[in-house]
């Protein structure tokens, strides 16, 4: 034994070189890789500040990690349509102000590759949904997938092509997925953007219209409907900003700028790179200063 040097001297010594040199390795292996859920919340949270590519990266590895889960999918989807509505500047507070700015809306044309992206996630989402509802009906990943594939089928139906009663049948199927899934799983918060916005576009329909479409089994309450965006707004994992974007234009439309500014500063808080909520802020501030100057 070296003279002078402590047998407990040499041992710390030891042990500190061995932690330097293993640790590092020891750490990345132990790292929790992220999970698929983990990667879909990266990839919604970049497509709402409009980074499409890094949306799709993520969404894409999610993928990777779990081939039969459609919801990678859906994401991608979702990521098309997102960022058709940014391009064509297509989610704006007035069109659904009113039923007439609603119904006098423009119809839009689709880029013609993020089309194809939409259609083909949609499709092949579809199919792994069905493709484990065949293994148990109860599936919850493919209840909402169907909910959501079949919720975007609506929008791009009515947005796009303005084709009302087609959207509406796949509200309707949306409305049933997403409500087959709620029965047994209630948190499942993303479901109810799709019950929600079915029970809300049919329930704003006028009366006449309301009672012939409840005969052809559709759901129309637009309170109800209301409610349920909002469950979506406060918890959803992947859709909450999406359900605040609408519940904020709801209260527009109600006026009720108070809330509706809350709502559009937390998402410009959340997404500083997606303008279209210092766009709406700016509508409600001009809104309200031309409400102080008629009172003058």
């Known amino acids: 034994m070296l003279s002078g040097i402590r047998p407990s001297a040499v041992f710390l010594g030891i042990l500190f070189f061995t932690l330097l040199t293993v640790s590092p390795l020891q750490a990345q292996k132990g790292a929790k890789a992220p999970s698929v ?9 970049a497509m709402y500040d409009l980074h499409f590519p890094e949306a799709f990266k993520a969404a894409d590895e999610a993928r990777a990690g779990a081939p039969d889960d459609p919801l990678p999918l859906v994401a991608q989807g979702w990521i098309a349509f997102f960022r058709e509505l940014d391009r064509l500047h297509a989610l704006r507070s007035e069109v659904f102000a009113t039923d007439d700015n609603f119904n006098g809306r423009a119809s839009y044309a689709w880029d013609a590759g993020n089309k194809k992206i939409f259609d083909s996630a949609l499709d092949n ?12 009906q109860n599936d919850g990943r493919a209840l909402l997938a169907l909910a959501l594939t079949n919720g975007l089928h609506g929008d791009d139906i009515g947005l796009f092509t303005k084709k009302d009663l087609k959207a509406l049948s ?3 199927a949306a409305t049933t997925y997403g409500e087959r899934l709620l029965a047994r799983s209630p948190e499942a918060y993303d479901a109810y953007l799709a019950t929600g916005l079915g029970k809300y576009v049919i329930g704003r329909r006028s009366a006449p219209v309301r009672w012939a479409l409840r005969l052809g089994g559709y759901k129309g309450d637009e309170q109800e409907g209301i409610k349920e965006l909002a469950l979506a707004a406060d918890h959803a994992r992947y859709l909450a900003p999406f359900a605040r974007i609408l519940v904020a234009f709801e209260d527009v439309r109600r006026n009720n700028p108070a809330e509706a500014r809350r709502k559009l500063e937390q998402l410009h808080q959340e997404f500083p790179n997606n303008p279209l909520f210092l766009e709406e802020l700016g509508k409600l501030n001009r809104t309200s200063a031309q409400v102080v100057n008629n009172g003058n």
Do not use: G, P, W
């Open 170 to 172: 796949y509200i309707k």
């Open 37 to 45: 859920d983990d990667r879909l919340a990266q990839s919604y949270r």
């Open 125 to 136: 989402a579809e199919k792994l949904a069905q493709a484990r509802l065949d293994h148990d």
